[in-house]
């Protein structure tokens, strides 16, 4: 499926509750650039709905690398099918 960047306002005050199911977090890893999606039924699993997702993400670890604390992330938004 298709993912467009999204931006829901400033970063530092985006809230892991105003993700919406068809968002998903895309967390790149700035020492090995793993890229990876992250759904936000992931994030609910481990954190709660008011924590800010700065504070998320930077608790992240790289799977391939064990790098923490830097990653990048951006929000991406599944974008509906063109009609065929
Ligand atoms: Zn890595």
């Known amino acids: ?14 809230r892991l509750e105003n993700l919406q199911a068809t968002d998903a977090v895309e967390v790149e890893c700035p020492a090995c650039r ?11 699993d481990r954190f709660a709905p008011f924590e800010r997702m700065t504070q998320i993400c930077r608790r992240m670890r790289c799977r391939r690398c ?4 830097d990653m990048n992330w951006n ?5 509906p099918q063109a009609p065929r």
């Open 1 to 14: 499926m298709p993912y467009e960047r999204v931006i829901l306002g400033p970063r530092y005050a985006l």
């Open 34 to 44: 793993r890229r990876a999606l992250v759904a936000p039924h992931k994030l609910h």
């Open 66 to 69: 064990g790098n923490s604390g």
């Open 75 to 79: 929000i991406v938004r599944a974008a």
